[in-house]
């Protein structure tokens, strides 16, 4: 093999993927795909009612068999997902509801029957009595003293509050006091592919299999094993392909604890797809913030403090494993992103309402922080009479402050913000869209300019997790290298691919030290049965951590391969090099493959005292400082605002990242993209509504409007790459980034567009008729009350 | 999500239909291209005991060229019309319109005559029908009859159908060669429902001139003399002709209260205008 | 049984009627690169080939296609179109999980073969009922163009309408006549559903979703007005749809009442508490009912005051009325659609009960009483009004 076309496949390359070809012909296998003998479908009982004593369910007679209800599931325990945060108050997430239901689409029983169909028929004739009690739809009201209670026993609806103070009060006589309140919508994160289960009890190896689309299968299992009372080696969990997951499918369902409880019994697998009205309405929620945020700066914009108070609508119960506190605890210590200020204040609340969990979505918390940060921000350049970018290159933290620790004591790796942000404004050419300004549009529309920076914090490890206490905490991390008879390796790693293209990226790393061909090299992963253990794929960790792991799993192998190969030689290990996946020496070379064959096939070659592991190793990786490596972007906007029927158009978006060395430029780049999708959709189409008694008002894709091909630009990207000195490689994690900022660079840039009108948007989404309302009430001030929210909406 | 479990029946001729669907005993549903349908069986809004596909009716299938009209089958789909398979009339106002029509898979089975009678406010044949001044032909156990597309309508998801009655054609007329019309319609997304709908016709040789506030909650609003609103034939820049004001007044006369949807109205049907020809 | 050619196979399977292309595709054929993402036609995941052209399958009854061409992915391995496809979309990293993708190339086939010469913005308007979570579609887009354009250039011409050249559905008209099975359906939850009806729990605090005030003169002396409320077979005779079980006893009725608008039909089955206040001449009506179908259920409250008019021996009507729907039905936001048949159903109401009271008034008997109008096309033109006021409420009661 050429060394030249070796280095085309290693760390730094833009291979085409492996997974590719199997995708593009129908031919991956989802968890719908799997196909068993005997096996039954489940439809489940779901409640319609978002809050109400469950008074009976009563399944038809003839039919009692096919139904599982909660009565039946003697020794199953409701699902726990405890913080170690002072004063947080747990719940208990029943597996099937009996004493209360508190949300609609909570679970009451499950129907079995020969296909999806006649599970529904048999749901449908499920008798529910149900006695509605007032929901809680409201985070803000839940919090007041006569709310109806989700949890009687908690005597308030607030799961945690949390408080930090950072000498506010030396702020407080700042010239410029900017205060807003900011919302940002309940979301779906929205896979295309669903949830699903199938599960089945397998007699030889007297173990319950779920085959399941999940992000992180190992902490399925602890949390199934633990909730059914088995012990983690009778629970297998098998992760097929995932057709997206963006933080959904790392949670336990309880619909995954009712398969496996049934599957145990029934002597037949069973399988539960999600559909999308379930999906919508019932499971996957997330994001619902309520900022009320103050900023204090002097004249030059220079920031003096930030105060705020942060709400976040947890929904009805702490989900596993990531609580309830997911997002409102980390608020607080992210708020102050990449700005070094002197003063900080912030409150948090997680507050119970009589709606879907909340769940994690791509960039959790972050997305909501930098659209409540950025858009007071520019309300301050504004006040100030500066350029936003002005107001931010005065705050940003420099690149010489680096490693920089902020006033949550984050610890910054590495970087440089104010080059970011000064090449966005280059490209997006604010001086242009200035000049066109003061030209106007034909049209009539009104043309904005907008950014944004953030900082995504990606692989954080136990010492921030600890503190949290929540069930799984990270902080190391896996992988075992192992090379096969034909000097083809096998990579085994617990985290679980659902689109980052694990199945390239990681034999690229194992390439980059072996040198072995990455068609020969096979990524097993999604199956507990036969990877090491592992928190999973979250939290943009999985470069870091899991690519850590396999480079050192790889040079592990390599070690005693070059052993093998000197032997072979016939000179000492310390006279010959790996490259290019051939052991040379001095004076001649073994490739990997006779290296490997002699280890399976010829031992009798090998020296006596030969390594007995041989060409197999499982070796861990823990970055060298585990408080994450710190990747960030800058993003730039330039809107069309049609100020008669509130459409807003994106004319141009700039992003500039940096994630250190990058693995896959063409990944990364798609992960951006994606990414920008996703926070095009919060930023202008996606929203769960419910009404005041708690009816999920979104149930299809023709109420939750997804972002299409018309609605999302092609964006210019520009990279840099500053290294992170924690990682192998440099790299850092860049899987949430695309969709944190693109809220808030959209929003300043729809406020710049209105500013003549005197017209500000302070909610996700900025929906047409929320541009109208907000510019009806700065226009008409006298004909609609909008007094009391200063022309904002 | 899936469908309660029906009966299906397959008539050859409308006959046929109109001998089961007349039985008030049972849900009896028509099944054209199942484009709205087909998503609320799924999610079981729609609870038939029977659903009749009258797709296999080689008459609804069928375009009549007739002096002065066209009559289109019921079950021609809107990518027929955006195709060209159906020579158009209307001086490209409905190859136009139906090629707008949700997505193309959805076009590839969605039925012009399923569309007007699912009678979804926001939907775009209902419209641009009105505008145009078609009609449709009903068949039923009394015999034909026939109506304008605009009083089809009767309100949201409701149309003029009479116990047994079939929806055969939608006839739409042949335009003058200097007839002008206009297709607006304000959505938030690519193939999402319109929330607001302006279309107009003017065509001077039939002294025909109308206008259509669409998307409304209920049927649309139609002006059928429409001259003083939006000016008079003639005018090379339409728009310039038209009164938004008297469109407000008449709008809110009709009971649309609220001034933002007003005013999204009012500017659908002046892009419209402005936009003649065009969607 | 049900006859289709599928990847130019011929298939002949057993399947129910309500059983979709893609599930038959899926669970009986075992193809399934299929995927199902939405189930009502809005994803796209699903679309295959129906006789050439991209439908959705999700949306398409098997039994629509009998006699009909159906070409899935795995029908596609050969394809010179969708080979070209898939490695620009490899080139291009135009997939990421890889569902939405069998979909996409269906269509976006569909895009190459028919579009001569299209920009980047008609790709884009063209795929849009394909959605992708996660690539941005940058990649797909681009993959489109770069196809669309090597073709062209090596003379290849685009086809248009992709070769159809009949009318009607695709998949359609293929297959003689079905006549129905007349097999006894399953009967739904309806003995039981009325053996449980809802409760209606005496609950202060609950307010309605929706609420509607209206108030109307008769010409008759507030007494017999009020009198009249008291009789409730009356009162809900008026309303639309609705009937009794019986008489009322201790302010206490059992009835249902039939709501059907376009294809939905909704048999609410209830009970109904009447409070009357004597001295104030105010009265509540708490309703509560379980449609038999869809597990759906809704609450209403009528609150009436019976006042002197203006004239002396007339009666001032202030009505407020106010409801909430749950479970399926309530679960959209086009919520428009749903709540205006609420909406109309409320103005039927009034206008009948206007007309009984003046009836009455006017000397009339309960058995010679006006026939209550029913919910059609006479009362629409009110329902706009009412849907107006309806909305004007929400907006003025939904925010804080």
């Known amino acids: 093999m050429a060394i030249a076309e070796v280095e085309k496949q290693g760390v730094g390359v833009s291979m085409l993927r492996k997974e590719d070809d199997r995708l593009l012909r129908g031919r991956g296998q989802f968890v719908g795909d799997v196909r068993l003998a005997g096996m039954k479908d489940v439809a489940f009982v779901r409640s319609p009612i978002a809050h109400a004593r469950v008074k009976g369910v009563h399944p038809p007679e003839d039919l009692r068999s096919q139904v599982v209800t909660a009565a039946d599931l003697e020794g199953v325990k409701p699902i726990r997902a405890v913080s170690g945060l002072a004063g947080f108050k747990p719940s208990d997430q029943p597996v099937l509801a009996f004493e209360k239901v508190r949300q609609v689409g909570e679970l009451l029983a499950m129907c079995v029957a020969d296909t999806r169909a006649a599970a529904e028929d048999i749901a449908a004739r499920v008798e529910l009595d149900l006695e509605e009690l007032p929901a809680v739809h409201d985070m803000i009201a839940a919090r007041d003293k006569d709310a109806p209670l989700l949890h009687e026993d908690w005597g308030d609806n607030v799961f945690l509050e949390t408080f930090v103070d950072v000498n506010i009060e030396a702020a407080f006589d700042a010239p410029i006091k900017i205060t807003r309140e900011i919302k940002t919508a309940r979301q779906s994160m929205a896979p295309m592919e669903g949830r699903g289960t199938v599960a089945y009890w397998d007699k030889r190896m007297e173990q319950l299999v779920l085959i399941s689309g999940s992000q992180m299968p190992h902490i399925v299992r602890t949390g199934l094993a633990e909730c059914l009372g088995l012990g983690q080696h009778q629970v297998r969990i098998v992760s097929p392909d995932v057709g997206g997951g963006f933080g959904y499918k790392g949670i336990l369902l309880p619909e995954d604890i009712c398969l496996g409880w049934y599957a145990m019994r029934c002597g037949h697998p069973v399988r539960w797809i999600e559909d999308r009205r379930e999906h919508l309405t019932a499971g996957a929620n997330c994001r619902e913030h309520h900022y009320v945020i103050t900023a204090y700066a002097d004249r030059d914009g220079k920031l003096r403090g930030i105060d705020c108070e942060a709400t976040v609508d947890s929904g009805a119960y702490s989900s596993y494993p990531f609580s309830a506190c997911l997002e409102a605890a980390q608020v607080a210590s992210i708020l102050p992103g990449p700005y070094d200020f002197p003063s900080y204040r912030c409150r948090t609340w997680s507050v119970a309402t009589n709606k879907c969990p909340i769940l994690p979505y791509r960039g959790v918390a972050r997305t909501g922080v930098c659209y409540a940060l950025e858009l007071v921000l520019d309300a301050v350049a504004r006040e100030a009479g500066l350029e936003p970018h002005e107001v931010r290159l005065k705050n940003l933290v420099q690149p010489d402050q680096m490693p920089f620790d902020n006033i949550t004591r984050k610890h910054f790796d590495s970087g440089d913000y104010p080059e970011a942000l000064q090449r966005a404004i280059e490209a997006i050419d604010v001086k242009a869209i200035r000049e066109r300004q003061k030209r106007g549009e034909e049209n009539g529309r009104l043309i904005g300019v907008g950014h944004s920076i953030y900082c995504e914090q990606g692989a954080h490890g136990t010492s921030v997790y600890s503190g949290w206490g929540i069930p799984m905490v990270p902080g190391h991390e896996q992988a075992t290298a192992r090379m096969t008879p034909d000097g083809g390796l096998e990579l085994r790693v617990g985290v679980h691919s659902h689109g980052q293209s694990m199945e390239t990226t990681l034999p690229q790393i194992a390439h980059e030290i072996l040198g072995i061909d990455i068609s020969k090299i096979k990524l097993v992963h999604g199956d507990t049965e036969y990877t090491p253990y592992s928190t999973g794929s979250w939290g943009s960790r999985c470069a870091v951590m899991a690519g850590g792991a396999v480079a050192a799993a790889s040079r592990d192998v390599a070690s005693r391969a070059r052993k093998i190969g000197a032997h072979l030689l016939q000179v000492h290990v310390d006279d010959v090099e790996l490259v290019g996946g051939r052991v040379k020496g001095p004076s001649g070379s073994v490739s990997l493959e006779e290296i490997a064959h002699t280890w399976y096939r010829l031992p009798q070659n090998l020296p006596d005292d030969v390594d007995p592991r041989g060409l197999e190793g499982t070796v861990g990786h823990k970055p060298k400082r585990d408080t994450g490596t710190f990747s960030y972007a800058a993003h730039a906007a330039v809107v069309a605002v049609d100020p008669e029927n509130g459409d807003i158009e994106i004319l141009d978006y700039v992003i500039v990242e940096d994630g250190g060395k990058l693995i896959n430029p063409m990944v990364v780049d798609g992960q951006i993209y994606g990414g920008l999708a996703q926070g095009i959709g919060t930023a202008l189409y996606e929203e769960m509504n419910f009404d005041s008694s708690g009816q999920p008002l979104a149930s299809t894709f023709a109420d939750y409007l997804l972002p299409g091909p018309t609605e999302v630009p092609a964006p210019r990207l520009d990279h840099m790459e500053t290294v992170s000195p924690y990682t192998e490689f440099g790299v850092k994690g860049i899987g949430e980034g695309g969709a944190i900022a693109p809220p808030a660079a959209i929003g300043n840039a729809v406020n710049d567009a209105l500013k003549d009108l005197g017209a500000e948007l302070v909610r996700t989404p900025m929906t047409p008729r929320r541009v109208l309302e907000a510019i009806f009430a700065a226009t008409n001030a006298d004909s609609q009350d909008h007094s009391d929210r200063g022309g904002r909406t | ?279 | 049984m049900v006859q289709i050619t599928i990847n130019d196979r011929q298939v002949s399977g057993e399947c129910e009627p309500r059983t979709h292309l893609a599930d038959f595709l899926r669970e009986a054929e075992n193809l399934t690169g299929t995927h199902l993402g939405c189930e009502h036609g809005v994803c796209g995941a699903c679309t295959v080939l129906v006789d050439g052209v991209p439908t959705r399958s999700c949306i398409t009854f098997a039994h629509a296609c009998e006699g009909a061409r159906v070409t899935t992915i795995e029908g596609l391995d050969e394809d010179e179109i969708a080979a070209e496809l898939r490695t620009a979309l490899s080139k291009e990293h135009g997939l990421q999980c890889g569902y939405c993708t069998p979909g996409m190339v269906v269509s976006a086939r569909d895009i190459v073969l028919r579009m001569e010469a299209p920009s980047e913005h008609d790709i884009r308007v063209a795929l849009s009922g394909n959605l992708c979570r996660c690539t941005g579609y940058v990649g797909i887009v681009r993959a489109v163009q770069s196809v669309i354009e090597a073709r062209r250039a090596r003379g290849i011409a685009a086809v248009p309408g992709g070769g159809r050249d009949r009318l009607g559905p695709a998949g359609s008209g293929h297959a003689g006549a079905v006549q129905e099975n007349k097999r006894e359906r399953a009967a739904p939850a309806e003995a039981a559903a009325a053996t449980r009806a809802a409760q209606v729990s005496r609950d202060d605090n609950w307010r309605p979703q929706t609420t509607l005030e209206d108030s109307f003169t008769v010409s008759h002396p507030p007494e017999v007005v009020w009198d009249f409320f008291g009789r409730v077979e009356e009162v809900a005779a008026c309303l639309p749809g609705a009937s009794l079980q019986g008489a009322a006893e201790d302010g206490h009725v059992e009835g249902q009442i039939k709501v059907k608008v376009g294809p939905i039909s909704a048999e609410f089955q209830g009970v109904a508490d009447i409070t009357r206040d004597e001295t104030a001449k105010a009265g509540t009506i708490d309703g509560a009912g379980k449609d038999k179908r869809s597990n759906s259920a809704t609450r209403g409250r009528i609150r009436y005051v019976v006042r002197e008019g203006d004239r002396p021996g007339e009666t001032l009507v202030e009505l407020s009325i106010g409801y909430t729907l749950s479970g399926v039905l309530a679960q959209f936001s086009r919520s428009g659609l749903v709540q205006d048949v609420a909406g109309r159903l409320i103005a039927v109401f009034v206008q009948n009960l206007e007309a009984r009271l003046n009836h009455e008034a006017g000397g009339g008997t309960k058995e010679t009483a006006p026939e209550s109008a029913a919910l059609d096309a006479g009362s629409l033109m009110s329902s706009v009004v009412i849907g107006q006021i309806k909305q004007f409420f929400a907006r003025l009661l939904g925010r804080r």
């Open chain 2, 1 to 279: 999500m899936k469908p309660v479990n029906f009966d299906y029946a397959r008539p050859k001729d409308v006959a046929g239909v109109i001998s089961l669907i007349g039985d008030e005993s049972r849900v009896v549903k028509i099944l054209a291209g199942g484009q709205s349908l087909g998503p609320m069986l799924n999610m079981r809004l729609v609870q038939p005991d029977l659903v009749v596909d009258i797709t296999g009716i080689e008459e609804l299938r069928q375009v009549e060229d007739r002096a002065d009209e066209v009559g289109i089958g019921g079950c021609v789909t809107h990518s027929d019309i955006e195709d060209l398979r159906v020579a158009d009339v209307t001086r490209g106002a409905l190859p136009k319109v139906a090629a707008g029509i949700a997505y193309r898979a959805v076009r590839n089975r969605g039925t012009i005559g399923g569309s007007i009678t699912h009678a979804d406010p926001s939907a775009d044949w209902i419209s641009i029908l009105s505008a145009i001044g078609a009609t449709v032909t009903l068949r039923g156990p009394d015999g034909v009859r026939s109506l304008a597309v605009e009083d089809y309508m009767l309100g949201a998801l409701e149309a003029d159908l009479r116990l047994g009655e079939l929806l055969v054609s939608v006839n739409v007329p042949k335009l003058g060669p200097a007839a002008r019309w206009g297709y607006y319609k304000s959505c938030r997304k690519t193939g999402e429902f319109a929330h607001a709908i302006g279309a107009f016709l003017i065509d001077p040789d039939r002294d025909v001139c109308r206008a259509v506030f669409g998307a409304t909650e209920s049927k649309p609003l139609v002006v059928s003399e429409a001259g003083d609103l939006i000016g008079r034939t003639g005018e090379r820049d339409l728009a310039q002709g038209f009164d938004s004001r008297r469109a407000d007044e008449l709008i809110r006369d009709n009971g649309m209260n609220d001034p933002i949807d007003r005013q999204i109205h009012v500017a659908a049907l002046r892009r419209a205008l402005e936009q003649s020809g065009t969607v």
